[in-house]
């Protein structure tokens, strides 16, 4: 792999704390001037920026292998669009930190950007809020990066990532009905010891997402972590590619696209959101805005 620089916070652990501002562009405002003052800023090496494809269409720029999220559709399950232009996940050591980080940044973009949403983040012994480990079958090693990162493409795109998000809501009453045993199958794992179950049915969530048994193969490099507000809880899902093709090919057999079987994890959680988001290199230190802004 080609020397290249990419943001780092992509492969770091994940971090107690994290909080995601996804924004969107205020009507007539030109965005390019704030663009380009971020990009000769150095870069919060905690932090991790995505850009979508309707901010990159109205730049006139064309970011290769950057689209929209499509809204997909099973037998009573969905999984929804829901544009915006930027994302920004703050990661630190306290949720106070990143709230007061979160106000400094929109003032730095508040020209051209507005808040859409805010979820604060957190970790939960590395499990689900369901009780259940996740990303187990993360890759190992040096296939962390080839997973996460693109190697190949011109400056300004080659250390590019790609990554999809979605705000999953669980409906804590919905999993306390499902006995345990009985979750056991529809994740497909034991909670007690994370052991996967060889008899767990086809719609078990690890034999939906089971990344051997697409064709190419359908990796990601999962980062997603718990979250609440007002009440609300679910997990933010965040998984990086180096494109958006194994995402949405694991997303599409969920919803039952692929056989008609839709994924039991539906039973207790919904997804509220769905974004792709195309995430610059870097460059001397700084985010590498040349395919956007040219």
């Not at 060889?198 to 972590?225: C, G, I, L, N, Y």
């Not at 692929?258 to 974004?275: C, I, K, Q, S, Y």
């Amino acid at each position: 792999m080609r020397s290249m620089s990419f943001q780092p916070a992509i492969l770091q652990p994940l971090p107690p704390f994290g909080r995601y501002l996804f924004l969107r562009q205020i009507p007539d405002a030109d965005p390019r001037p704030v663009l380009e003052a971020l990009a000769k800023s150095a870069w919060n090496d905690a932090w991790v920026l995505g850009v979508s494809h309707s901010l990159a269409a109205g730049l006139g720029a064309t970011v290769d292998a950057l689209r929209e999220i499509p809204a997909l559709s099973g037998a009573g399950v969905s999984s929804p669009t829901t544009p915006c232009a930027l994302w920004i996940w703050l990661r630190g050591e306290s949720a106070g930190e990143l709230l007061l980080e979160s106000h400094r940044v929109l003032r730095q973009l508040a020209p051209a950007f507005a808040l859409e949403r805010s979820v604060a983040a957190f970790m939960f012994d590395g499990r689900d809020l369901s009780g259940y480990e996740d990303g187990t079958e993360n890759p190992k090693g040096d296939a962390v990066t080839a997973t996460a990162i693109r190697s190949d493409g011109p400056p300004g795109i080659a250390g590019s990532s790609y990554v999809a998000v979605q705000l999953w809501r669980h409906d804590f009453e919905a999993l306390e009905r499902i006995l345990p045993e009985q979750r056991d199958l529809v994740i497909g794992r034991r909670a007690s010891d994370n052991e996967e179950l060889e008899d767990a049915p086809v719609s078990a969530h690890v034999k939906r997402t089971a990344q051997e048994s697409f064709e190419p193969e359908a990796f990601v490099w999962r980062r997603s972590m718990p979250w609440s507000d007002a009440g609300d809880a679910g997990l933010m899902f965040v998984a990086f590619g180096h494109s958006f093709d194994a995402f949405e090919a694991q997303l599409r057999r969920m919803v039952g696209l692929e056989d008609g079987v839709v994924d039991a994890l539906f039973r207790f959680t919904t997804p509220l959101t769905g974004n792709y988001f195309w995430c610059p290199p870097l460059r001397e230190g700084r985010i590498d805005l040349r395919a956007l802004l040219g």
